[in-house]
């Protein structure tokens, strides 16, 4: 099966402006997740979806990060304004639908710096 | 809070020689435990759980409560062992299953 797409694999943008980040997750996948890594560190949950509704988006920074998931599939994962501190691999996964039994499945990432 | 520490961020070893890699959590609740392996230029993928009491690629993991630890062992390393590995932790009673992941450890095994 096709794996977690993500699009683009790499963006430079200078603090202020604004970025978004797409992701396509596994077909029939219910759960998607966005995660934040910054270098040096593991990956930290922002949002997750379960179809089209949150889950949890307690670690999302919700003045300047936005995300949705139309019609329970692609989901996008908006910056703006950026800041410095945004520089950082955002991580999109997804799996079959929640729980601790079914695995969560990687995209490539996008490796995102805000000069 | 959910935290999970891995203390090394670099561990180099030996082809043929044991492999530990140390991972220790805190939580409250019922964890459920994970170990991620990202290779080079390769997706962070899952290795092993400890729901499902598994080996995997000579890989073995337990839980221990007591001490709060899920280190994972290889008896003999070899080169295509060397990723970032991540301890990462999910709590069995909550809704979803949320990651808290560590820093992660670079396993580095030389010929």
């Known amino acids: 099966e096709a794996g977690v797409a993500q699009s683009p694999r790499y963006k430079i943008i200078e603090k202020r402006q604004s970025v978004a980040f797409w992701c396509n997750p596994i077909?029939?996948?219910?759960?998607l997740y966005w995660y934040q890594q910054i270098l040096g560190q593991g990956p930290k949950l922002l949002i997750q979806?379960?179809?089209?509704?949150?889950?949890?988006d307690s670690q999302l920074p919700k003045d300047r990060f936005s995300a949705e998931r139309l019609k329970g599939v692609d989901s996008t994962l908006k910056i703006q304004p950026a800041k410095l501190e945004d520089s950082a691999v955002y991580l999109c996964?997804?799996?079959?639908?929640?729980?601790?039994?079914?695995?969560?499945?990687f995209g490539p990432g996008t490796r995102l710096t805000v000069t | 809070a959910q935290r999970v520490t891995q203390p090394e961020k670099l561990l180099s070893v030996f082809k043929g020689a044991p492999v530990e890699l140390k991972c220790n959590y805190s939580?409250?609740?019922?964890?459920?435990l994970f170990w991620y392996v990202q290779y080079s230029r390769q997706r962070l993928q899952l290795l092993l759980r400890?729901?499902s009491r598994e080996s995997i690629k000579g890989f073995t993991a337990d839980l221990n409560k007591g001490e709060t630890s899920f280190h994972l062992k290889k008896p003999f390393a070899q080169e295509e062992d060397s990723a970032m590995y991540y301890c990462?932790?999910?709590?069995?009673?909550?809704?979803?299953?949320?990651?808290?992941f560590g820093a992660g450890t670079i396993l580095r095994v030389k010929s």
């Open positions: 996964a997804s799996s079959p639908t929640s729980g601790v039994r079914y695995e969560q499945y």
């Open positions: 077909s029939g996948h219910a759960t």
């Open positions: 979806f379960q179809n089209n509704g949150v889950v949890d």
């Open positions: 939580y409250s609740g019922s964890p459920e």
């Open positions: 400890h729901i």
């Open positions: 990462a932790l999910s709590g069995l009673m909550e809704y979803g299953n949320k990651l808290v």
